[in-house]
């Protein structure tokens, strides 16, 4: 005799209180910390662009002055100059906050599951993408990303419906928002791929679920639409240079090689532990499930979650592509009823307990650098003591600074022009290419080359990081003097010969 599944009202009224327990949960955690280093210069272009119009040359640097850069996030840098005008950091931090959770938990909405499960599966989405969620535009892609997933899988039940039909105006403001729109394109291609691979296995693996199977017909109509929707990518004030700017970043050995978030996902790393429970997770649930699944969804988290691995700031797109298949699989487990645990008193109290602490964590790592623009500098790296030095002591008008402080000094410090900052690792001239300049400088094994460099560049301000091996240099060349330094960065100027 089959059990008797409908739940009394007490367990309703449970689940509704540890699912609203839970949101709260996700939206307390997406409260992240403003410290990314690109923020400045986003901030300073936005400025710039609501006083003086969009950018035809870089106006920030000395060393590429009027150099060609591709602004595609500026319609998201206007936004976000925009909220930090109307409410500080704050704004910015509580905006990106609700854009985070709206994408984790739409993302988890992909398959129709309780509401329950469906933020148990987007706070598991957000705990891989904790290392790279913040305040800034990328997650105008992670969006788009939701945006794409969600058209798609819709229409799948509902063909009828012609929602794809949305998608070319989805990808013409995501153009304008952030250059990740590419992501877009390469989901649905999967999507695609899988729909065939269905086709072609249809019949032959009755494990799999029986869901909704596109026909060729309206698998032809969805590939006439993406290629409207590279079209519609063109309506942006860059044009067609979005593209040449995002193969450049791809194959960019440089960036690939030198910048953080670009290195390859690593099991050294803690950041990548969350990743591995999630893969675990899923291997569980299949397991649990007898293996029963959408195959298209698997081929999605499958495929992304290799292209993730290839760098870090690419761990969001396998969370959200792996989430609907993450749904589905904890749908075939927990539909019956929500964890024992949680239906307890302790349980219930054991959450409440972690949801305060959450809250409680972000206030005292949050409210102190929202209001002191001195203890955000100190508190996340950056040289706020430094820069004040500098506002007081001008002079120089050709500085070198640190890769990593570009986008604060761009914001922080406008009156003087930087040697570089995080927008101009790609550029290069038939002549020079800024970032292996940079690279030369900061040198740690070869004096002579960062010397060389500096001179061939005409530095007469050299600002850089308390433990650089340039400071050695500098100090033994005899024609520098360190005019400042403390525990994070060191001025020096060139002594007048």
Not at 19 to 41: I, T
Request: hydrophobic letters at 50%.
């Amino acid at each position: 005799m089959a059990k008797n599944t409908v739940q009394k009202p007490h367990q309703n009224y449970l689940v509704w209180l540890v699912g609203g327990l839970l949101m709260l949960l996700l939206v307390l955690l997406s409260f992240a910390q403003p410290m990314d280093p690109d923020m400045g210069w986003h901030l300073r272009n936005g400025a710039d662009i609501l006083s003086k119009g969009f950018p035809r040359g870089d106006l920030y640097s000395w060393t590429m002055a009027g150099y060609p850069w591709v602004p595609h996030e500026w319609a998201t840098d206007v936004l976000m100059a925009w909220l930090y005008r109307l409410g500080g950091l704050w704004a910015l931090v509580i905006f990106f906050a609700g854009v985070i959770t709206t994408i984790f938990y739409l993302a988890a909405g992909v398959v129709k599951t309780s509401p329950l499960i469906r933020i148990i599966v987007a706070l598991a989405g957000f705990l891989v993408s904790w290392f790279v969620v913040g305040v800034r535009p990328q997650m105008f892609t992670l969006l788009g990303l939701v945006g794409v997933l969600y058209l798609l899988f819709t229409w799948r039940r509902q063909p009828v419906s012609k929602l794809i039909y949305w998608l070319p105006l989805i990808f013409a403001a995501w153009a304008n928002l952030h250059g990740g729109f590419s992501a877009g394109f390469l989901i649905i291609g999967i999507f695609w791929a899988g729909e065939v691979l269905r086709h072609i296995l249809r019949g032959k693996k009755p494990t799999r679920l029986s869901v909704e199977l596109l026909n060729w017909r309206q698998l032809w109509q969805l590939a006439g639409v993406a290629i409207v929707s590279v079209v519609a990518t063109l309506f942006n004030p860059n044009g067609w240079r979005v593209y040449l700017e995002l193969w450049q970043t791809f194959t960019d050995k440089d960036v690939l090689a030198n910048i953080s978030e670009w290195l390859p996902l690593s099991l050294t790393n803690v950041g990548s532990y969350n990743v591995v429970l999630v893969v675990i997770l899923l291997l569980g649930l299949l397991w649990a499930n007898h293996w029963k699944f959408d195959l298209t969804k698997l081929v999605l988290a499958i495929t992304v979650f290799f292209i993730s691995t290839t760098a870090w700031r690419h761990l969001p797109l396998f969370a959200i592509a792996a989430m609907p298949l993450l749904a589905e699989q904890l749908d075939g487990v927990l539909r019956h009823g929500m964890p024992k645990l949680l239906q307890t008193t302790v349980g219930v109290l054991g959450l409440v307990l972690v949801v305060g602490g959450v809250g409680a964590w972000q206030w005292a790592r949050l409210s102190p650098v929202m209001f002191d623009p001195a203890v955000y500098g100190r508190s996340y790296g950056y040289p706020y003591d430094a820069v004040q030095y500098l506002k007081e002591h001008p002079g120089g008008e050709r500085m070198y600074n640190e890769y990593n402080w570009g986008g604060y000094l761009v914001w922080q410090l406008p009156e003087r022009q930087v040697f570089i900052d995080g927008r101009m690792a790609i550029w290069t001239t038939p002549t020079v290419k800024i970032f292996d300049e940079f690279k030369n400088i900061s040198n740690i094994n070869d004096a002579e080359t960062s010397l060389v460099t500096l001179a061939k560049w005409q530095v007469d301000t050299v600002f850089t990081g308390s433990g650089r091996p340039l400071n050695k240099y500098l100090n033994d060349s005899g024609g520098w003097e360190a005019v400042y330094s403390d525990a994070l960065a060191v001025v020096w100027r060139k002594v007048s010969s």
